[in-house]
């Protein structure tokens, strides 16, 4: 079994701070890639930002220069720092994680519960 639980969701002044964190355990060999995604009621998930275990980063447009993604690869965690928020941002935020079962030496993509953001005007 793996689990992967967000944390530091909540509701926010637009041009506020949210400080996101998931913790990946469970039957974890490796983990590869790590990120975050998004999903706005009546739209489709969309990834928000990733990270390879060697640091490299990649972000969506609509949250470029706002947001960092970061992670703690000895602990198996990963991190979504979140300025300059605004109503847009509005979303159910999900962490997910790109590795390898210690069970099955299989690669999978796992998810987590979802934590809420929600931005004020």
């Known amino acids: 079994q793996v689990q992967l639980v967000e944390s530091g969701g909540g509701l926010v002044q637009a041009g506020g701070s949210l400080r996101l964190s998931c913790a990946a355990s469970?039957?974890?060999?490796?983990?590869?890639?790590m990120g975050w995604a998004r999903q706005a009621p009546g739209k489709q998930r969309e990834l928000v930002a990733t990270?390879?275990?060697?640091?490299?980063?990649n972000y969506a447009d609509s949250v470029k220069g706002r947001f960092t993604i970061s992670r703690d690869n000895a602990k198996n965690m990963v991190y979504l720092q979140m300025n300059s928020l605004k109503p847009e941002d509005t979303a159910v935020y999900y962490c997910?994680?790109?590795?390898?079962?210690?069970?099955?030496?299989?690669?999978?993509?796992?998810w987590g519960q979802g934590t809420q953001v929600t931005v004020s005007s």
């Open positions: 997910n994680a790109h590795l390898v079962n210690r069970g099955t030496y299989y690669y999978g993509d796992y």
């Open positions: 469970g039957s974890i060999f490796s983990i590869s890639a």
């Open positions: 990270i390879t275990s060697g640091g490299s980063t």
